[in-house]
């Protein structure tokens, strides 16, 4: 069974880091991609960053270009979401996602190209 379970978020000033941690069960990397999503409220989710594990890969959305880094630890089984210079605007739930095989880049970003997500983590900037 596939597990993805985040943790590391919490409340955080405007400008400050959080890392997030998503602990992956159930399958090696192998040939997957992995990452993360978001959802505001009142909002729909939103693609963040996505790691390709058969080549490393990885991609970031506009908005968090610069601030996020995608990494893994593959003896670990755990993929991060490192959030440097955070703005209110990132407060959201944060889910981590995974799925069998890589993404077409186009459709890299939708919530329905991923098969297995986590409970998800909140994050919560203040200004």
């Known amino acids: 069974e596939v597990q993805l379970v985040e943790s590391g978020g919490g409340l955080v000033q405007a400008g400050g880091s959080l890392r997030l941690s998503c602990a992956v069960s159930?399958?090696?990397?192998?040939?997957?991609?992995i990452g993360w999503f978001r959802q505001a409220p009142g909002k729909e989710r939103e693609g963040v960053s996505c790691?390709?594990?058969?080549?490393?890969?990885?991609y970031y959305t506009d908005s968090v270009k610069g601030r996020f880094t995608i990494s893994s630890d593959n003896a670990k089984n755990t993929v991060y979401l490192q959030m440097n210079r955070l703005k209110p605007e990132d407060t959201a739930v944060y889910y981590c996602?995974?799925?069998?095989?890589?993404?077409?880049?186009?459709?890299?970003?939708?919530?329905?190209?991923?098969?297995?997500w986590g409970q998800g983590t909140q994050v919560t900037v203040s200004s």
């Open positions: 996602v995974a799925r069998v095989g890589s993404v077409v880049s186009r459709r890299r970003f939708l919530p329905s190209q991923y098969d297995y």
């Open positions: 159930g399958f090696t990397f192998d040939d997957y991609a």
């Open positions: 790691l390709e594990t058969s080549d490393g890969s990885t």
